[in-house]
């Protein structure tokens, strides 16, 4: 169901918000095109999903009977880098609930605030009302308190608009992500809304093989974030996990116990984003769509992915616009330092800084396939990190295709969610 054989193999790329690049790929090279899972969520209108969720809340209370009582409800939700439908969901939520009662925390992690923009999408016609009651995240600036440590050692600061909260409401989404084994549940408060530190320590697990997309059992990175989750225990709160179909429209809704909800909305994601492959190819195109597209840091996880499906050898060719740039310096500069994979791994294993992670997972690729990009970047802030630069897809495809002319050829679309697995 996953895979769109075209005959034309011919393809518009997404680039940027609403932009595309036109692809034309050999038939005797073109293998297929990935798309998520077509699937049915059984709902005509996506209301009735996300009502259907909310009602029927798992190991929970209703969350009516949830509100009951309460002094100062604070409602989680995601930043500008997720699809979740976070406006859809609170159209429901106004029906139970006064939106301008209650305040909302984006769970930015280590991420900078929503633009102008990025608040419109995320919280649509409600925001003039909800506006006052908003406020970002801000992991080195905010006032924090301290909860508690995981076994790991990470030390649990969390906001203390978080903290302070008699009940808590979490929207967010449930997709497959490249090292903490899926988004949603737990990510809403580590990284979501902790410390600079918090997130730091967290995220250096990133750095071991066991930190893999999907992977949630022996994950010391998801392992580290529900230890640490575990030290607010006593916490009131109603979670609403949102699992989006390859429309970007609501396929299902989890909602009640955290813990509960999460692990029901990962099986729902793997039935959109687990996409099935019969072999790896020589050449692998992977999409940024909007708006993942946003820096070359967030770009990383198309990366990652994409490498499931590629050969040893091979080419990967990832299309992002980068709109905002490099994004995080801290990764760019690490892999700037060396045109030698290698060295670039041995000088991040002497310390950890946050994005370390993903100089480490580029330069693990680049020690096994070429890499090259199709960007809005200068193409010497490419080259400085080992990364072929192209001004279209066509042309860096023609580029791997005239070193291989029989090269099998592979497009990933969503690449920054979708697994592509060989069976």
Request: proline residues 5%; glycine residues 6%; aromatic residues 8%.
């Amino acid at each position: 169901m996953g895979v769109q054989l075209n005959p034309s193999m011919k393809l518009e790329i997404p680039y940027g918000k609403d932009g595309a690049k036109t692809l034309v790929v050999p038939e005797r090279n073109f293998v297929a095109a990935l798309l998520p899972n077509d699937v049915y969520s059984g709902f005509d209108y996506e209301i009735d999903a996300i009502q259907q969720g909310i009602d029927a809340p798992i190991q929970s209370e209703h969350l009516e009977q949830f509100l009951e009582g309460a002094q100062n409800v604070v409602v989680i939700v995601n930043d500008g880098t997720r699809p979740t439908p976070t406006a859809r969901v609170l159209d429901v939520l106004q029906t139970k609930m006064r939106l301008d009662s209650a305040r909302f925390l984006i769970a930015t992690g280590a991420h900078r605030a929503p633009t102008e923009e990025e608040l419109t999408n995320i919280f649509g016609d409600h925001l003039s009302k909800v506006r006052p009651m908003i406020h970002s995240h801000d992991s080195r600036k905010d006032k924090m308190v301290m909860l508690g440590r995981s076994k790991n050692g990470t030390d649990m600061w969390v906001n203390d608009i978080a903290v302070q909260a008699d009940r808590l409401i979490i929207i967010t989404s449930v997709e497959p992500h490249y090292f903490a084994g899926y988004t949603g549940g737990r990510k809403s408060f580590l990284p979501g809304v902790a410390s600079y530190q918090t997130i730091e320590q967290n995220h250096r697990l990133a750095m071991r093989p066991e930190a893999r997309i999907l992977a949630l059992q022996g994950n010391p990175v998801h392992e580290d974030m529900m230890d640490a989750l575990g030290v607010i225990h006593d916490k009131r709160i109603f979670s609403i996990q949102v699992v989006l179909d390859r429309h970007q429209r609501v396929f299902r809704v989890a909602a009640g116990e955290l813990n509960s909800s999460f692990k029901l909305a990962t099986e729902w994601a793997n039935e959109v984003f687990s996409v099935k492959i019969a072999s790896k190819a020589d050449v692998v195109v992977s999409v940024a769509h909007y708006p993942m597209d946003v820096d070359l840091y967030q770009t990383q996880k198309v990366l990652d992915n994409a490498k499931l499906a590629l050969k040893p050898g091979g080419t990967l060719i990832f299309v992002s616009k980068c709109r905002e740039g490099i994004g995080d310096e801290v990764f760019y500069k690490q892999l700037a330092r060396s045109k030698d994979p290698d060295q670039v791994l041995r000088n991040l294993a002497a310390e950890y800084k946050l994005g370390y992670h993903k100089a480490a997972k580029i330069a693990e690729l680049l020690r096994w396939a070429r890499i090259f990009g199709v960007t809005s970047l200068p193409n010497e802030a490419l080259e400085r990190i080992n990364i072929r630069p192209f001004e279209t897809v066509q042309k860096a495809l023609d580029a791997a295709l005239l070193e291989k002319p029989d090269a099998s050829v592979l497009v990933i679309f969503e690449a920054s969610v979708l697994v592509p697995r060989v069976v």
